[in-house]
C-alpha cells in the first residue's frame, strides 16, 4: 500500500511555504516579534480554498506564545509580488485572535491558485 501523499492539518510546512512567512513576518512593526515567535513554532493548518495554494497557519495553544497585538481590520502583513518592475499582486498574512491565521495570493491581472516564488517578494513587507 503507498501512503498518502496528502497533507493533514498539524504537519510541517514546506520550505516554500515557511520562505513566504518568513519574509511577511519580517517586519519591524507593532506585532511582528510576537508573529516571528509564533512561526517558529507554526504548522500547515490545510488550505484555505479548494482551489488554491493559499493556507491555513497553525499555531499550538497550549504553548505559552505572546499573541499579536489586536488591530483593526485588513491583513496583518502584506507583500508586493514583482516580476522586475511589474507588480503582479499581493501576498497578505493574516492574524485572528493574536495568531497567525491564514496567507493568501491577490494576483492584478492572473490566477492565484498557485503561491508566488520567493525571488518574487519585495524586499520588505509593509503593514496591512
Not at 80 to 86: A, P, Q, R, S, Y
Request: glycine content about 10%; hydrophobic content about 35%; proline content about 9%.
Amino acid at each position: 500500500m503507498i501512503d498518502d501523499p496528502r497533507r493533514v492539518p498539524g504537519d510541517p510546512l514546506s520550505p516554500h511555504e515557511r520562505a513566504l512567512l518568513e519574509r511577511l513576518c519580517s517586519g519591524t512593526w507593532r506585532g511582528t516579534s510576537e508573529a516571528r515567535q509564533q512561526l517558529a513554532h507554526a504548522r500547515w493548518g490545510g488550505l484555505e480554498f479548494d482551489d488554491c495554494e493559499c493556507f491555513l497557519v497553525e499555531v499550538p495553544e497550549d504553548l505559552d506564545l505572546p499573541r499579536i497585538p489586536q488591530r483593526s481590520g485588513g491583513p496583518f502583513a502584506t507583500v508586493d509580488v514583482l516580476d522586475g518592475n511589474t507588480a503582479l499582486g499581493h501576498l497578505n498574512l493574516w492574524a485572528v485572535d493574536g495568531r497567525l491565521h491564514s496567507v493568501d495570493y491577490m494576483t492584478f491581472d492572473g490566477p492565484d491558485e498557485k503561491l508566488p516564488a520567493v525571488e518574487l517578494l519585495g524586499d520588505e513587507p509593509f503593514k496591512g
